[in-house]
Nanobody, 124 residues
Framework: VQLVESGGGSVHPGASLRLSCAAS????????MGWFRQAPGKEREGVAA???????????????RFTISQDKTEDTALLQMKATLYLQMNNLKPEDTAVYYC????????????WGQGTQVTVS
């Protein structure tokens, strides 16, 4: 599974950003995908997740401000899935500053097996 994030940047408080994650190389349609973040000196935390049935979950700190979504396609010839995962972040706050990671696994949990390289989001 390959995950490649994009869309990070530096913004002022109250601004919006949309992160994207291009996912490829997996054969199962029942993957959970999510966003995690890690701020300097802090532990990694889950931000939002979307399960294979479309159900979503959010950390309390981002509820009402962040929205997770995805577009999925299946290459029936190669029996592979491709997806683009999004995280729309509105009303950003300085405490949202972190490296944001896209992650995927067969089930939604706190320690997925597949990770992207991360993208920096700075709010100041």
């Amino acid at each position: 599974v390959q995950l490649v994030e994009s869309g990070g940047g530096s913004v002022h408080p109250g601004a919006s950003l949309r992160l994207s994650c291009a996912a490829s190389g997996y054969t199962y349609s029942s993957y959970c995908m999510g966003w995690f973040r890690q701020a300097p000196g802090k532990e990694r935390e889950g931000v939002a997740a979307i399960d294979s049935d479309g159900s979503t979950s959010y950390a309390d700190a981002v509820k009402g401000r962040f929205t997770i979504s995805q577009d999925k396609t299946e290459d029936t010839a190669l029996l592979q899935m491709k997806a683009t995962l999004y995280l729309q972040m509105n009303n950003l706050k300085p405490e949202d500053t972190a490296v944001y990671y896209c992650a995927a696994d067969l089930a939604c949990d706190d320690d997925p097996n597949f990770w992207g390289q991360g993208t920096q989001v700075t709010v100041s």
